[in-house]
């Protein structure tokens, strides 16, 4: 079944309307301008005329438009990271995220990559807290970064070999258990 022609008047109305109205009340004004419109046809038509359309339905949370204000505020926030870096020699991640108010995860990415273009490097990784956790610290300009120790690593070597230690038992012990000799 061929569809009546788009009218100039319908053209004009979806290429005006098709970003802020929804296609269901675009095709009801189509109809009442010209020959009756499908909400299929306005997709149709607007696919064909490549019209492109901000997202009317399901994505308009907060989580999307913050979504689209990280995307904005990715290169200032390198900006200020190199900029605290550069001022206050030595930070870990989490007083670049304090002093920002950035994300510790946004600011470990970003470390990550001025690493990667040699603009800082890990200075040191100093033992945080009472379980020997390490954090790392950053300072500015080229240089080889600081291998992460492990944890427990300073308490023995593993290249040695490590006394098994043996119970102490009480006196009584080995008389109860001492080995029976057989008498015939």
Request: aromatic share 6%; charged share 25%.
């Amino acid at each position: 079944m061929n569809a009546a022609p788009w009218t100039l008047d319908q053209v004009v109305f979806l290429c005006k309307h098709y970003k802020t109205m929804q296609a269901k009340a675009i095709a009801e004004k189509l109809s009442e301008i010209g020959p009756k419109r499908t909400v299929e046809s306005v997709y149709s038509k607007a696919e064909s005329m490549e019209l492109k359309r901000r997202n009317v339905g399901q994505f308009t949370t907060a989580k999307a438009r913050a979504l689209r204000k990280a995307q904005t505020i990715k290169a200032p926030l390198r900006d200020r990271i190199k900029a605290i870096i550069e001022r206050d020699t030595d930070r870990t991640i989490l007083q670049l995220s304090e002093e920002t108010g950035a994300l510790r995860s946004s600011c470990q990415t970003i470390c990550r990559k001025l690493i990667a273009l040699h603009e800082i490097h890990i200075h040191d990784w100093p033992s945080v807290g009472k379980h020997g956790a390490h954090e790392a610290i950053y300072r500015n300009g080229p240089g080889v970064s600081a291998k992460r120790p492990r944890n427990g690593a300073e308490r023995f070597s593993h290249g040695e070999i490590q006394p098994i230690p043996q119970p102490v038992y009480p006196m009584w012990h080995y008389r109860v258990f001492a080995p029976q000799t057989q008498t015939a």
